[in-house]
């Protein structure tokens, strides 16, 4: 198995793993991979290191003990906390609001559901004493992950 780090035309950093460098050069010669944040097929390989296990105590990736995380590092995390949220929530696009209601309302099973309403349905919702959160999901991390 190969890992790459690899890059969009618009900066975002992501790795793919693939079973050769040949099938590596295979999907990207047919634009089969995509950027997980914009979608976009223009996507590059970038230099990378080996990693090494030298009996580090932080978790790969973290940064030091007081220090800001990079840009490369947040972006991760944020993949990390969407791919969580789409793991643990049930997509009732469109019905979302009318979803909510009927979940307050114990007319439907109490879960964790996620959609799309208006800033008008969320606003109503808000009012009604029902809790919503807006986080808006890049539409290639819609579809289903491998």
Not at 17 to 39: K, N, T, V, Y
Not at 93 to 99: D, K, N, P, S
Request: charge should be negative; aromatic fraction near 4%; hydrophobic fraction near 40%.
């Amino acid at each position: 198995m190969k890992v790459y780090n690899l890059k969009c035309e618009h900066e975002h950093a992501f790795e793919g793993w693939f079973s050769s460098e040949d099938d590596f050069l295979r999907q990207s010669g047919e634009g089969l991979i995509a950027c997980p944040l914009c979608a976009s097929c223009k996507v590059v390989r970038m230099p990378s290191a080996p990693r090494l296990n030298l009996g580090a105590t932080q978790a790969p990736g973290a940064a030091p003990s007081g220090a800001q995380p990079t840009p490369e590092q947040r972006q991760a995390l944020l993949l990390s906390a969407i791919r969580q949220i789409i793991a643990i929530t049930e997509d009732v696009g469109e019905r979302f609001a009318e979803e909510a209601r009927r979940i307050h309302h114990h007319e439907a099973p109490d879960r964790a559901i996620r959609g799309v309403a208006s800033l008008q349905e969320c606003e109503a919702l808000v009012d009604e004493g029902i809790e919503v959160a807006a986080f808006p999901l890049p539409d290639a991390l819609k579809q289903p992950m491998h």
